[in-house]
């Protein structure tokens, strides 16, 4: 059975044992999550890990690849593979950092700009869903559980 958001919900009987699993409700609460951020980006042709690049990039001046493999949590070889396909449609770009001359640092183009402005319609969309399921305290409260699991 579905909602109108496009999610699926699980009846609560039939789950027996699973439903006891914290674990297990983190799984389906992501993936429905999930489900709608991909309807919602949809159009964007974007995925939740090179969105979360692209503002990252935007937000910190000077930012090298591996400093964002390690902010998102992202192993070497996938953030790698993120960065090439937003350079290969023009939303980033490599240069030489301007404090090491060691260092190569990303920066968003204007292209990757404009995207990065349709995706924060987008994501206020997708925030607004996720939010209106708990009161603004409940926001908070859950964050700060979730960044124990995360960190």
Do not use: C
């Not at 493999?69 to 350079?87: C, E, F, K, S």
């Not at 402005?117 to 603004?136: C, D, G, Y």
């Amino acid at each position: 059975m579905g909602d109108t958001a496009g999610t699926k919900t699980i009846p609560e009987e039939g789950l027996g044992a699973l439903d006891e699993i914290l674990g297990f409700h983190i799984r389906l609460a992501h993936n429905a999550v999930y489900r709608h951020f991909t309807e919602t980006f949809a159009d964007l042709g974007l995925t939740q890990k090179q969105v979360s690049v692209l503002w990252l990039i935007e937000d910190s001046d000077d930012i090298a690849q591996t400093d964002l493999g390690r902010r998102l949590q992202i192993d070497r070889a996938t953030i790698m593979a993120i960065v090439n396909r937003l350079q290969s449609r023009g939303y980033v770009e490599r240069s030489q950092s301007k404090t090491d001359g060691r260092r190569q640092t990303l920066h968003i183009t204007p292209a990757g700009h404009d995207a990065l402005q349709k995706a924060w319609t987008a994501n206020r969309i997708h925030e607004e869903w996720l939010k209106s399921k708990f009161t603004p305290e409940e926001v908070d409260v859950l964050i700060n559980f979730l960044r124990r699991i995360h960190d």
